[in-house]
């Protein structure tokens, strides 16, 4: 005779608002060459698992570009965005409905607390992921020491004429 147990779901806990800016500056993948806003289906399907509205397909790519240069430290202009404030016991808030207004919300948001610059887009031209810095000194340069960092050093070494030159 098997019985069942009712278990109760495990909370969902929103993305902390760092990580969803991550994740829409991700959209653009380089080392696999692919781009969620390449298209309406492709973008609402990444916004509904995020739990966001789409929103205009157009002004997400120009957001999502303009906050990419910004955080790579190229100067940009980024689009017009409606943001709305929101009274909570806990202070005001900066929010948005769509998902390029969420991101531009955050970046906003780490700008006034001095931690944009925590947001980098990894140096690596074949890689280019964006990543949040959480070192006491905010000196990590690669999204992955094991990754991208060892390529880097790998390359250099290669690059190096040996003692035998």
Not at 13 to 32: G, H, M, R, S, Y
Not at 106 to 124: E, F, H
């Amino acid at each position: 005779m098997s019985t069942t147990t009712d278990i109760a779901p495990a909370r969902e806990v929103p993305p902390a608002p760092e990580q969803q800016l991550i994740d829409f500056l991700n959209t653009l993948d380089v080392e696999d060459g692919t781009d969620v806003l390449s298209d309406q289906r492709t973008y609402a399907a990444w916004a509904r698992s995020r739990k966001v509205v789409p929103g205009d397909l157009d002004e997400a790519r120009r957001v999502r570009d303009a906050l990419r240069d910004l955080v790579d430290g190229v100067a940009c202009v980024l689009p017009e965005i409606q943001l709305r404030t929101v009274a909570t016991r806990d202070g005001v808030l900066l929010a948005g409905d769509t998902a390029p207004q969420a991101a531009v919300a955050t970046a906003t948001i780490l700008s006034i607390q001095g931690k944009l610059a925590r947001v980098k887009l990894c140096p690596c031209e074949d890689c280019r992921w964006a990543f949040y810095e959480r070192s006491r000194n905010s000196s990590k340069t690669w999204c992955s020491m094991a990754v991208c960092g060892n390529r880097v050093k790998a390359r250099t070494y290669r690059g190096k004429p040996s003692d035998s030159d």
